[in-house]
């Protein structure tokens, strides 16, 4: 039972940044691997970045790479996803999962995940 709170979401220009974080309140966050989702109205659910334990390997949707950036902070057990360039077309509910059980990035890239959180909506406006 890993109980993750999304922050950081709002209302923002195209062109603007956001910085999402997600906390986790479990002592054993820091062999957690990480992941943000997003979705837009309308749209399927879709893998945004994901993080390994220790921060070593990451991954991102096509669409977001060189613009978003996934970091994890084990001592403060947060993740991070920042998000530069922003599009109206990143406009989404993004969503934090953990990944707590033996896995990898990978596994996360093929939907292993077991714990998400709430959400924080991001509006990006033209």
């Known amino acids: 039972q890993v109980q993750l709170v999304e922050s950081g979401g709002g209302l923002v220009q195209a062109g603007g940044s956001l910085r999402l974080a997600c906390a986790a309140s479990?002592?054993?966050?820091?062999?957690?691997?990480m992941a943000w989702f997003r979705q837009a109205p309308e749209k399927e659910r879709e893998l945004v970045a994901a993080?390994?334990?220790?921060?070593?390997?990451?991954f991102y949707l096509d669409s977001v790479k060189g613009r978003f950036t996934i970091s994890k902070d084990n001592a403060k057990s947060t993740v991070y996803l920042q998000m530069n360039g922003l599009k109206p077309e990143d406009t989404a509910v993004y969503y934090c999962?953990?990944?707590?059980?033996?896995?990898?990035?990978?596994?996360?890239?093929?939907?292993?995940?077991?714990?998400w959180g709430q959400g924080t909506q991001v509006t990006v406006s033209s």
């Open positions: 999962a953990a990944g707590t059980l033996a896995g990898t990035v990978e596994s996360v890239v093929r939907g292993r995940v077991d714990y």
């Open positions: 479990s002592p054993t966050f820091s062999t957690y691997r």
């Open positions: 993080i390994n334990w220790n921060g070593g390997t990451t």
